[in-house]
């Protein structure tokens, strides 16, 4: 079992930065790939960005390249999501989750998840 609590959440204006984190407890977090979802009022959840367990490669949706970063330190449990350039489209209900096979955008590939954090970007 892994528990996933996420953080950092907030209200930003367009243009602006905020670093997401996802601390983990339980079960070896380093064995698990993890991924950041998000969902916004009326729509379904949606991949973000995801990162493997043991090379460190990255995934991430084609809006956020260049401007979203996924990054994880096996020795504290964490994984972080550093979002820059915000805009008003990125506002959601923000998700980690943990999955023991590397389907990056497979919601289905991950079996734990975080209760969430919101991200509100104003224009």
């Known amino acids: 079992q892994v528990q996933l609590v996420e953080s950092g959440g907030g209200l930003v204006q367009a243009g602006g930065s905020l670093r997401l984190s996802c601390a983990a407890s339980g079960r070896t977090f380093s064995s698990y790939a993890m991924g950041w979802f998000r969902q916004a009022p009326g729509k379904e959840r949606e991949f973000v960005a995801a990162?493997?367990?043991?090379?460190?490669?990255?995934y991430y949706k084609d809006s956020v390249k260049g401007r979203f970063t996924v990054s994880r330190d096996n020795a504290k449990n964490t994984v972080y999501l550093q979002m820059n350039s915000l805009k008003p489209e990125d506002t959601a209900v923000y998700y980690c989750?943990?999955?023991?096979?590397?389907?990056?955008?497979?919601?289905?590939?991950?079996?734990?998840w975080g209760q969430g954090t919101q991200v509100t970007v104003s224009s």
């Open positions: 990162i493997s367990w043991s090379d460190g490669n990255t």
């Open positions: 989750a943990a999955g023991g096979r590397f389907f990056p955008e497979l919601i289905g590939a991950y079996d734990y």
